[in-house]
């Protein structure tokens, strides 16, 4: 399955972390553009300076280990593309250039299913996106969300609960459904 992964799911870390683990587990395949990392650095960037120079170099190491996922959107078919924001004219290009079965976003009110169904290509948001592994498999979600929580806690250097910390990053479902299979109580 290629995923084509929009800005605002790169960015919050943990959240990008959750994912690219559940792709490195054999999940997905991700897709992304140079202009959607972009957005991803600027986003980062306006977030905090010192985040947004973490995130160049971020990219840097997600470019090196996933270089199938770059995908070229077409300026021309850009060009026809209509959605509610044109400035994101160039997330469905890219979804469309890399043959994405999936657009995973959490704008979802400007990416209309009828408008994404046109070219094959299914709406999605994260939390249920990962939920949806976590619950049917292939992907062992639990030793994902162990990774990505001794992550947090090596960054923070503090204890981090499962549903707190992916509850904060938009991710409250699977967070829920992490803490039970962990025995946490947050």
Excluded: Y
């Excluded at 897709?31 to 991803?40: A, F, G, Q, R, Y």
Aim: net charge negative; charged share 25%; aromatic share 6%.
């Amino acid at each position: 399955m290629r995923v084509l992964m929009d800005a605002c799911i790169i960015f919050p870390t943990v959240m990008r972390e959750m994912l690219m683990e559940t792709a490195e587990a054999g999940g997905f395949a991700p897709l992304w553009s140079d202009k959607i990392l972009d957005e991803w650095r600027h986003a980062a960037g306006r977030a905090d300076f010192e985040v947004g120079g973490i995130a160049g170099v971020e990219i840097a190491l997600l470019k090196a280990k996933w270089p199938a996922a770059m995908v070229q959107p077409d300026p021309d078919v850009i060009d026809t593309l209509s959605l509610p924001d044109r400035n994101d004219r160039h997330v469905l290009a890219g979804a469309i250039a890399g043959n994405a079965d999936i657009l995973l976003t959490r704008n979802l009110k400007d990416f209309p299913t009828k408008t994404l169904a046109r070219h094959d290509i299914i709406r999605r948001e994260p939390d249920g996106f990962l939920l949806e592994f976590a619950q049917n498999g292939p992907v062992d979600m639990i030793a994902v969300g162990r990774k990505v929580q001794a992550r947090a806690v090596t960054a923070s250097g503090r204890p981090q609960l499962i549903r707190p910390l992916l509850k904060r990053t938009g991710l409250p479902r699977m967070g829920k459904f992490l803490e039970a299979e962990f025995g946490e109580e947050s």
